[in-house]
């Protein structure tokens, strides 16, 4: 689905031009499909891309959709958490991978010639020396009433809010739901799997609050 990426100035003015805009912020000229973002809380609106140019997935359906490709091309998925990658002895090239399968404690090594590691914030539990951060994220779905324009905005919220409340990213997507994600951070450890991850309600009662207070379509969504 293509859309349009804005970056709008909510509020109050005195917003900052988006170094990466194609377009000069305008206290006028959001576009008129934008009907979703109350009209009197835009004080200024910067277009950083269109569907020329831009576009998004659902996270989850495009995970799926090529597992199932590659299916049909004879791959085999394994279920379970890989605990380490395994060296040849010159520590030049890894040669296997141990992972417990899921729902047990039994170890197995697979054997491989080429390994791709894609773990997220988990990645340094694999290799220590990657440059990724292990923080957490907090993010919030909620689905309008009725369908909405396909979007993707960056809001600068007005009156300046809290660091810690850096004004959430919203992105309507495909599947008519919005999905609205908030700052990282580091408050808690990084759990050993994905359903341990602790959530912390507040945070995402506050994501709901910065957007709803902008998009009747947001606060009146389920």
Not at 2 to 30: L, M, Q, R, W
Not at 187 to 205: A, F, G, Q, R, S
Request: proline share 10%.
């Amino acid at each position: 689905m293509g859309e349009a990426v804005g970056h709008t100035a909510t509020v109050e003015s005195h917003s900052h031009f988006h170094p990466h805009a194609v377009s000069s912020p305008s206290n006028k000229n959001h576009p008129p499909e934008l009907d979703w973002i109350t009209p009197d809380k835009i004080t200024s609106y910067t277009e950083l891309g269109g569907p020329e140019n831009t576009a998004q997935v659902h996270p989850h359906s495009f995970t799926n959709s090529i597992a199932d490709l590659a299916k049909d091309q004879g791959a085999r998925f394994i279920i379970g958490s890989v605990t380490c990658l395994n060296y040849t002895n010159d520590w030049g090239q890894v040669k296997s991978v141990s992972y417990r399968i899921k729902g047990t404690s039994c170890l197995v090594e697979l054997h491989a010639s080429d390994v791709v590691v894609a773990a997220g914030p988990w990645t340094k539990k694999l290799i220590p020396e990657a440059p990724i951060k292990e923080s957490r994220n907090h993010s919030i779905v909620v689905r309008p009433r009725k369908p909405v324009s396909a979007y993707v905005l960056f809001p600068e919220l007005h009156p300046k809010i809290p660091q810690k409340r850096i004004p959430p990213e919203i992105y309507s997507r495909p599947d008519g739901t919005i999905y609205s994600c908030g700052p990282s951070d580091m408050d808690v450890p990084l759990p050993e799997t994905t359903d341990l991850v602790d959530v912390n309600p507040k945070i995402c009662d506050r994501i709901y609050e910065d957007v709803s207070s902008i998009s009747a379509a947001l606060r009146e969504g389920e």
